[in-house]
């Protein structure tokens, strides 16, 4: 496993799916998507397109870096392609264990022996995951956050993880260029994300037993720390059915009545309304009121 690796297979092309290839793209990495939705493949090529033309025109990138890059990604129409000679897989399928397991054996089946195997998974232990696979020494999670745009990143490291696998996916992660937070060991949620989790389920809470509105206590918290949005803002970002998914996952584990998503949660949901990626969330998109120049010093909005 001697180098840095340099193709990377990206299974599950969703809303993180397409952030990751995007970020591995701009990094030189040669990318291979793979989706068994031909309509999210379609849509995951035509986020990195808008994504290229406006750090192009941020300056962030030049016209001749954002051609080699899209150059760089390759659409696959099955598996076995994406996995060709591949030094990482990633896997980013909606956070629902049996999936991940039955996506993880097929992987595990297909893929060269030197394939490093993870999963961008915010809730589920890589080791809960593994257990379908024969690699196991060669899997660990990762939860990147924003990566078309930020630098955050977290790893985490199962009772499985070789060393060898561990310096590998280091220099991987900071092929990237970006900030690496690592677990050293297994725990639900990573560490940093543990702690955001620990204000989402609060803010939800409060929300779903009618103590606030979301741009109040979005209001409270931007004004507090500096942040150009809240929590509530956070979450329509990641997609509030992923936000479920999340919480869900945490319940399932506890059966704590308090890990328990809330009802006014599922009712949003249930109207399509799932964030940025819907058109609404906790705020109308594309031009939610967060990012007004008067939000923070309006007067409160009431009853919602």
Known sequence: MAGITQKVAVIGVGTQGAQIAYRCAVSNKTVYLFDVS???LG??????????????KKAKITKREADLAFKRIHVCSTLANCLDDADLAI????????????????????APAKTLLTTNSSSLRSSEIAI???????????????????YLVEVMW??????????????????????VIETKREI????????????KK???????????????????????????FGPFGLMDMIG?????????????????????PPKALYEMIEKGHLGIKTGKGFYGYPNPSYKNPDFLFKESSGEK
Request: charged share 35%.
């Open 38 to 40: 031909k309509e999210i």
């Open 43 to 56: 849509k995951a090529t035509e986020k990195i397109t808008a994504w290229l033309d406006d750090h192009m």
């Open 91 to 110: 896997e980013s399928v909606p956070e629902d264990l049996e999936l991940k397991r039955k996506v993880w054996a097929s992987i595990d089946e297909i």
């Open 132 to 150: 379908v696979t024969k690699r196991k020494d060669r899997t660990f999670n990762v939860n990147f956050s924003f990566p078309v745009d930020d």
């Open 158 to 179: 199962n009772s499985d993880t070789s060393k060898e696998t561990k310096v590998k996916a280091r220099q991987f992660l900071d092929s990237l260029h970006m900030v």
């Open 188 to 199: 639900k949620g990573f560490t940093f994300n543990r702690v955001w989790r620990a204000i």
């Open 202 to 228: 609060e803010c939800l809470f409060l929300y779903g037993n009618g103590y606030c509105n979301p741009d109040d206590l979005d209001r409270a918290w931007m004004l507090e720390f500096g942040t150009s």
């Open 240 to 260: 509030l059915d992923v936000v479920k998914d999340i919480e869900l996952s945490y319940y399932n584990d506890s059966g704590e009545e308090s890990d328990k």
